[in-house]
C-alpha cells in the first residue's frame, strides 16, 4: 500500500485542521493506520492509530480529547481531525499502515507541515 498525506498548514493557536490519507491499493482495508508526527529537534512521536475496522482508536495523551482519527475504507482514506491546536503542535505529520497482530508500521507516507502560531 502505497500512503499520500496531505492538509497541513499554517493555523493560529485554537484552530482546526483536517489531514487526509490517501492510500493506494485494494488492501488498504486489511491495514491499522497511525498518525505520527515529527517536531523540529525532536524525534518522532506517535499520534493516533486505528485498527483496520475503525472499531478501535487509540491516542497520545498530549492529543487526547483534542484529536480524532477516523478512516474511510471504501475511499480508502484515513483522518486526522485537530481542534484546539497548539503551537507545541506543531510538526510534520505522517500517515503509516501496519499489518493487524503487528507493532511495526511498515509503509510510511511522505509527511505534511502542520505549523501553529501562538
Known amino acids: 500500500v502505497q500512503l499520500q498525506a496531505s492538509g497541513g498548514g499554517l493555523v493560529q493557536a485554537g484552530g482546526s485542521l483536517r489531514l487526509s490519507c490517501a492510500a493506494s491499493?485494494?488492501?488498504?482495508?486489511?491495514?491499522?493506520m497511525g498518525w505520527f508526527r515529527q517536531a523540529p529537534g525532536k524525534e518522532r512521536e506517535f499520534v493516533a492509530g486505528?485498527?483496520?475496522?475503525?472499531?478501535?482508536?487509540d491516542y497520545a495523551d498530549s492529543v487526547k480529547g483534542r484529536f480524532t482519527i477516523s478512516r474511510d475504507n471504501a475511499a480508502i482514506t484515513a483522518y486526522l481531525q485537530m481542534n484546539s491546536l497548539k503551537p507545541e503542535d506543531t510538526a510534520v505529520y505522517y500517515c503509516?499502515?501496519?499489518?493487524?497482530?503487528?507493532?511495526?508500521?511498515?509503509?510510511w507516507g511522505q509527511g505534511t507541515l502542520v505549523t501553529v502560531s501562538s
Open positions: 491499493g485494494r488492501t488498504f482495508g486489511t491495514y491499522a
Open positions: 486505528i485498527s483496520w475496522s475503525g472499531g478501535s482508536t
Open positions: 503509516a499502515a501496519r499489518l493487524p497482530g503487528s507493532s511495526y508500521y511498515s509503509h
